[in-house]
């Protein structure tokens, strides 16, 4: 499964299935897709190989986020898959993916900070904080 920025300057490839996907809805995913909520697909770490452009790759940590890091593409600003050794994942925004994942988002998490102007109109299942269980 391959994926890239809007410019194509970097290039990616996730090597296994993703463990899961979720739409999150947190005001950090909000303002940093400038949109209603992020849909990231997870994977493993070591899963996601940059085949071009890794070093064209910026990141931007909210010093109050444990976990919270923007990854983008430096010179067209597309959100590009996070690594996250911590916690030994991989957070790919679908957006980016080239083909059909073969996953869907399963819940929407943090949907007590959800856009006012936003209606979820789906059935999955909505949390109010993060997730119900680990990744």
């Known amino acids: 499964m391959g994926g890239s920025c809007l410019?194509?300057?970097?290039?990616?490839?996730?090597?296994?299935?993703?463990?899961?996907?979720?739409?999150?809805?947190?005001?950090?995913?909000?303002?940093?897709?400038?949109?209603?909520?992020?849909?990231?697909?997870f994977a493993g770490f070591d899963d996601v190989i940059f085949l071009r452009g890794e070093d064209n790759l910026a990141s931007f940590k909210l010093p109050q986020a444990r976990f919270f890091t923007q990854t983008f593409c430096r010179t067209c600003a597309s959100?590009?898959?996070?690594?996250d050794p911590?916690?030994?994942?991989?957070?790919?925004?679908?957006?980016?993916?080239d083909d059909d994942p073969g996953i869907r988002p399963q819940d929407h998490i943090f949907v007590g900070s959800k856009a006012g102007w936003h209606e979820i109109t789906d059935d999955l299942p909505r949390h109010q904080e993060g997730p119900p269980s680990a990744i």
């Open 86 to 97: 911590e916690r030994g994942i991989a957070v790919v925004p679908m957006g980016g993916l």
């Open 79 to 83: 959100p590009m898959p996070r690594l």
């Open 7 to 41: 410019c194509g300057a970097v290039a990616y490839e996730v090597t296994a299935p993703f463990r899961i996907a979720r739409n999150c809805h947190c005001s950090r995913c909000r303002r940093g897709r400038a949109a209603a909520h992020a849909s990231n697909a």
